[in-house]
């Protein structure tokens, strides 16, 4: 057996919104001196599990809302769980939100520069692969230009160029691939699947359940903050589908 | 997770990020770095030289070199307020050291500083002021400046995720900080039952310091300690508020 790489175990992840706070010191001091209670607790991941073995390729579907981006984003290390154990034994190369890990005012060239070494990887060496990663993306035409002007499509075709293109030991996909036309879409599922057979993991969030079945050994359906199923993909899809028409 | 030499990149590539950012909407970026506290030097000369009449020798070099220093602090201090909330899309996807965010402010600021001790050295060359060795301890106090310049941008950029209206508040407490700190008048003009409060303020020993490298004065190396004492102290409450609450920025942003 292989070693397993993620192991998240009873994570239960609450957000505390004080609505005093968020409106702002004065507020705040205001709603103290009332003796209000203007806190609310709202559960996003409730006593959640699962691992994955190095190599393995996991999908993670569920409705928006029910928590899946919540649980990448413990697994990323951004956010902390409020109980429970979240345990990553690689580098995470993230692919959380469109844009994300960009700053719009910096061109293309050196968003990578700047993403690759916010993700642990040394500046020499993201300026050694830089033109590896805009030959993959094929945006030479606009790499010197703001990412501010880039169309989502071309947002996704960076980032997931960034991530793959620098030895990513486990790579998490949000979604983001939806928004890159047919030809890109192929090429990143070939991609990962090369990546699968060279032993990086793989987290995949997708809509797109004919992505998953390609790519994915098992699935997690996380409904209503909980994983609801879990483990052979046809199974898990199936009763997925059932419950949502 | 990270180690030193990946803190240093992210660092590096912070300020640079910075600096593109800076003079990408304007070339005259680093001019208005100087330009401001110049000005400023006009016309606290004119109130209080001209107008009311301290007895200082050398006031606009004292004015000046004063007011660079504090340029330095306060813009640190207001644009890393928000240096969460303007690299939101930064600390929402990757899981690097937060600290990096706001201490790349202070560095990016200090480049400025650096970069305008010409203007200084030229205005000491006019006023006739000896070039001493007391020179050499430049880069100490520019290292303990630093410190509590980061300790207190660290403190703010946090609590300005937690809430939003700290902005106006900072912007008073500057004021009030402006001018409890001996910038525009000199130390020993404070009356005597003033003193021991004035003490507490951490900027006033960084300020004698400071000048008296410029006016050619005496240095007082206890001054040196007292700054470095201060700094450590403000840095250790700095680690403390970010221990206490880093973990919440992310979701909070």
Redesign the interface.
Same mark, same amino acid.
């Given at each position: 057996m292989k070693q397993v790489v993620v192991e998240v175990t009873n994570v239960v992840k609450q957000?505390q919104i004080n609505q005093l706070?968020?409106a702002?010191?004065?507020n705040?001091v205001v709603g103290l001196l009332q003796g209000k209670n203007h806190t609310k607790t709202f559960n996003a991941l409730d006593n959640v599990s699962f691992s994955a073995r190095q190599g393995e390729a996991v999908g993670i579907i569920g409705k928006n809302g029910s928590g899946k981006s919540t649980l990448l984003?413990l697994i990323?290390?951004?956010?902390?769980p409020t109980s429970g154990l979240v345990e990553v034994k690689a580098?995470?190369s !993230?692919l &959380?939100?469109l844009?994300?890990?960009?700053?719009p005012? &910096?061109t293309g060239r050196?968003n990578i520069? &700047?993403?690759g070494? &916010?993700?642990?990887i !040394?500046?020499s060496k993201v300026n050694d692969r830089i033109n590896e990663i805009i030959e993959y993306s094929e945006l030479e035409e606009f790499i010197d230009e !703001?990412i501010r002007i880039y169309s989502s499509g071309m947002l996704a075709r960076l980032g997931f160029s960034i991530a793959t293109q620098l030895d990513p030991e486990l790579l998490i996909v949000d979604e983001v691939l939806a928004v890159g036309d047919q030809v890109f879409q192929k090429k990143c599922m070939s991609t990962m699947l090369n990546f699968k057979k060279n032993g990086v993991t793989i987290l995949l969030v997708s809509h797109n359940v004919a992505d998953i079945e390609k790519l994915c050994d098992r699935v997690i359906w996380i409904d209503n903050h909980k994983v609801r199923m879990a483990g052979d993909i046809k199974q898990v899809i199936r009763a997925y589908k059932n419950i949502d028409q | 997770m990270y180690n030193l030499r990946q803190n240093i990149d992210i660092l590096l590539v912070l300020v640079q990020k910075e600096l593109k950012v800076k003079y990408k909407n304007s070339l005259i970026g680093f001019l208005w770095s100087i330009l401001n506290p110049v000005v400023l030097s006009i016309i606290f000369y004119f109130a209080f030289k001209i107008i009311i009449r301290v007895q200082t020798n050398n006031y606009p070099l004292f004015l000046t070199a004063g007011l660079f220093l504090w340029q330095w602090f306060q813009v640190s201090l207001l644009n890393s307020l928000n240096s969460f909330i303007h690299n939101r899309s930064l600390v929402k996807k990757l899981a690097f050291n937060r600290y990096l965010l706001p201490m790349s402010i202070v560095v990016t600021e200090m480049i400025h500083l650096i970069a305008s001790l010409p203007a200084l050295f030229i205005m000491m060359v006019i006023f006739k002021v000896q070039f001493t060795a007391n020179m050499l301890f430049l880069p100490i106090i520019i290292v303990e400046s630093f410190i509590l310049v980061f300790a207190i941008s660290l403190m703010f950029s946090i609590t300005n995720v937690l809430f939003r209206d700290l902005e106006r508040i900072i912007l008073l407490l500057l004021q009030v900080v402006f001018y409890a700190t001996p910038i525009v008048y000199t130390a020993n003009m404070i009356p005597e039952e003033y003193k021991i409060i004035m003490a507490l303020n951490p900027f006033l020993p960084i300020f004698e310091f400071w000048r008296s490298l410029f006016l050619g004065l005496d240095v007082s190396l206890s001054i040196l300690l007292h700054c470095l004492g201060s700094a450590v102290i403000f840095l250790l409450l700095a680690i403390m508020h970010y221990k206490k609450y880093i973990h919440l920025i992310a979701e909070r942003l």
């Open positions: 957000y706070a968020a702002g010191i004065k705040y984003s990323a290390g951004v956010e902390k580098r995470v !993230p &959380l939100e844009g994300g890990g960009f700053h005012e &910096l050196e520069v &700047l993403n070494v &916010l993700m642990g !040394p500046k !703001p | -």
